[in-house]
RNA sequence: GCGCCGGUAGUCUAGUGGUAGGACAUGGGCCUUCCAAGCCCAUAGCCCGGGUUCAAAUCCCGGUCGGCGCACCA
């Protein structure tokens, strides 16, 4: 089935492999126009859904960032691992920990590849697993990012971005601002993410340049609570992380059920309702859907939940989207290593009067008593008053410094205990994303609602897709292109078009070729003008699955094709 | 990245050493009163590079792209 669907997305114009002219390049592919209109559909639907009606805010940041942002984000770490594979039993390890592990060179990982390939040869090193010598294996670069240079020179590497994601986190102390400082509130991105994939497979299932639209939702975690009302009674099909270690099998509940069982987080669960409901709506075949959670192994280093939701596809199951709860790790993290703050000042009901131990050790005793350790000692004092503030009880105090006990009179640190009113704190919000590629979702549709038949003895091959996820809504044909039908049919085009319809028209060939046509794009209603429509100002309006066809006032197309666009 | 298999018009396909044939699609014409009808004409192809050979779509090597398996999918 995969290669017929295929077959079909490159011949009507869906999508097909980029720049093919030159031999083509693995991991990349086009969206022709018939593709381009249904991501776009698809695109504007989620946008509709997980932006405009949770109230989200939307932005639209670099593809292109710093080395530093993936410093921080931990993306860095996983990018440059040399990696050599066992010829004997295929395992894979990390080339330069091995050579650290078995000589006496300690850093093997700021080596080059070839002098690493080198050290292995001359020291005949094995394969940890099954003994097999590696000398004269291949080290290779595990490379998952795409680096680039920004300027001249190499001086001041970028990344394209993995996930959209990184371009909210970062410019989260913005953010924040436009959000007015209140939580909880949500930023969605739709773009281009960048994977240098090892091998990438299945058509535009896995690809090194795809589209993601991702939710980031940062909420307070002691007091925010999901509106789950609003999906309690919705159905999901659960495939727990224990139900996949002991042969379990998907249970479908409600979502309500599953916070109440707590079987999933009540965050993670609240969009797990409305991403079900919006996947059915846009023609997600929901016998072939699960949400299956991560395995604690599975997780990324980000990530302390995560549900997938899954499809079937020609027998495997693939993932559409991520719903993970990202807690406070990426937020800390760029706070940690950017200048900004990447928390929120959160006021308490009123302000609290807290006692609060201090110090201010009199460095003029310290200084000549102690000499290079005084302000060690100075540190010490203060973090020992925050957390044991009785030791300052005697005559003396005692703290330890490089193993060895100092004793200071308690006169001379300055010990005291302070009133000091807070009027709230800060704290480093949490964050659950749904994180959705949209490539994988037009594979799913357009696989879901592939269909061969039959009528009148002949094939039949048709895409339900529904109707206002369709890349064409409207086919408009002349039964022939004679007599004045053709003028009659092209008015009703520009009537069509003026009103917001995408619409084709088509006079070649016979009327079935026709309707064959739309329907392997995908065109849910074809409008024929015939010789009756010449008398009466009628036409027909054919639906594609059923092929059924209704006569209809000219007057009244536009708003019998809305009604029958809605109701479907 | 490794292994196996494959690459002939837009698509599908025939062609085991003598430089390509078909079907569908597409465009033009004729015909045609609602589901891929018929007739005529036209456009259009051997993945790339190297080698062997008098001669390569065909055999060999390398690359590339695709499918599958392993690994990977942070």
Known sequence: MSDRL???????????????????????????????????????????QFLTREGHMEIDAPTVMPESVFEASGHLDTFDDMIIECPSCGESHRADHLVEDETDIDDAEGMSLSAVEEIIAEQDLHCPDCGASLAGIEVSAFNLMFGTNIGPGSSSPGYLRPETAQGIFVEFPQLKEYARNQLPFGVGQIGRA???????????????????????????????????????????????AAAQADDGEIETMTVNDAVEAGVVNDWI????????????????????????????????????????????????????????????????KHDEYSDEEFTLFKQYDEPITVERPTVDP????????????????????QRLAETDPDAFEGETVTVT???????????????????????????????????????????????????????????RTSLALQPDIAPTTVGVFPLMAKDGMAERAQEIVRRLRSEGFTVNYDDSGAIGRRYRRQDEIGTPYCV???????????????????????????DDLCSHLRSRSATQ
Not at 38 to 48: A, C, D, G, Q, V
Not at 300 to 306: A, P, R
């Open 6 to 48: 295929v077959e079909l997305a490159k011949r009507r114009g869906f999508f097909f492999p980029a720049s093919g002219a030159y031999g083509g390049t693995a991991g990349f592919y086009a969206y022709g126009p018939q593709g381009a209109a249904l991501k776009r559909n698809l695109i504007e639907s989620w946008r509709e």
């Open 194 to 240: 960048y994977r240098n994939e090892i091998s990438p497979r299945r058509s535009i299932v896995r690809v090194r340049e795809l589209t993601q639209a991702e939710l980031e939702h940062f909420i307070d975690p002691e007091t925010d609570k999901p509106p789950l009302s609003r999906v309690a009674g919705v159905d999901v099909p659960l495939y727990s």
């Open 269 to 332: 669960a609240y969009y797990l309702g409305v991403a079900a409901e919006w996947y059915e709506r846009v023609g997600v075949d929901m016998d072939r859907f699960r949400y299956r959670q991560h395995q604690p192994e599975e997780l990324s280093h980000y990530s302390s939940d995560c549900w997938d939701a899954e499809v079937e596809v020609d027998g495997n199951w693939i993932e559409l989207t991520g719903f993970a709860y990202r807690g406070s790790y990426d937020l800390s």
């Open 362 to 381: 009199d460095m003029s005793v310290l200084g000549p008593e102690f000499g290079s350790e005084a302000s060690d000692i100075a540190e010490e004092l």
């Open 401 to 459: 410094i490089n193993d060895e006990d100092r004793t200071v009179p308690v006169d001379v640190t300055g010990f005291a205990v302070e009133e000091v009113t807070e009027s709230g704190e800060h704290i480093t919000p949490h964050v659950i994303e749904p994180s959705f590629g949209i490539d994988r979702l037009i594979y799913t549709v357009l696989a879901h609602g592939y269909r061969e038949d039959e009528v009148d003895g002949e094939p």
């Open 528 to 554: 024929t003008v015939d010789y009756e429509s010449l008398e009466d100002d009628t036409v027909t309006v054919r639906e594609r699955d059923s092929t059924e066809q209704d006569r209809v006032a000219v």
